[in-house]
């Protein structure tokens, strides 16, 4: 799973991103860390792994991961190359869904590249850019399939159809997400790679001095949930300046001041737990003593093809899943005490696997 780190300069994005990468130093089985100078990969937080590896003690513990990608700053034009817009628009196309940073936040010290802090207008700037760059993609795509339509292909009339009613979407400053379009018409733009279909995340950029206050009183705070609703999308509050800060602490210290802070988690394991779920992903476990791990899937796989993310031979030569609950392994204790109350299923092919399923697969090839 990739997700861009996008807004506009300013807003706390680079900070956000920072707070990412430099996690690295803190001592934990799968810290943050950087695989490449503008890639980061985090941890997603789980403490049914945690739990895991306290009952079998594994060698190594391996939680679920997603990446962050950051997205060069964007400005006005960028659709047009402006700035660094073209290095921009090519990073969202290999994403699969964009944290937007929003500034809600007052520092006479860093100044908005529009002079005032106004989320709408921010929020609408990149809007008009990505749908900008969409437009275009989409009215590339029905000059070609309108020429293809002496072919008497369906197909292209079908492109022309769907592309004529998305450039009218588009032409209202409305992502193509939000398009109504038929399963067949939501096919042929998954081949277009659009960037305003990546589903969004909003993360709230808010003050130091907004902790520990009534947030959601914050009329910047407010608007942008407004424009989310509107738009079907999640939005998630944190403190940037806070996040980085606390990336630099050991786990005691960290622990502490949560607690001070009043906060059970840290802003950033919300955003990762916050991005895992908006693109539809589970995790299964797999627990022993060798590794105890956190596989991600998307919701809806089946066993076999869930086996194959741990190998291809899993899935090739997919027997049967011995699976248990998780909550069902807590409370028994241990995968023995299971197997006695018969809480240990044996599940088949056509076994949808759930978030929290402890299993072992049996294979032969």
Known sequence: MKLGVVGLPNVGKSTLFNAITQAKAEAANYPFSTVEPDTGVAAVPDPRLDALTAMYHPKKTTPATVEFVDIAGLVKGSSWGEGLGNKFLSHIREVDALVHVVRCFEDENVVHVDGDIGPPRD????????????????????????????????????????????????????PARTCPLSPEQEAIVRSWFLLTTKPVLYAANIGEADLGTDVEALPWLQQVRAIAESEGAEVLVICAKIEEEIARMEPDEKEEFLRELGIGQSGLNRLVSACYKLLGLISFLTAGPEECRAWTIVRGTRAPQAAGKIHSDFERGFIRAEVVAFAELAAAGSMAACKEKGLVRSEGKAYVMQDGDVTLFRFNV
């Open 123 to 174: 929020i609408e700037t990149v809007q008009i850019e990505l749908v900008a760059a969409d437009r275009e993609t989409v009215a590339r795509r029905m000059e070609k399939s309108a020429k293809m339509i002496k072919t008497g292909e369906r197909k292209y009339q079908d492109e022309v159809d769907t592309a004529a009613l998305l450039a009218a979407h588009l032409d209202n400053l409305q």
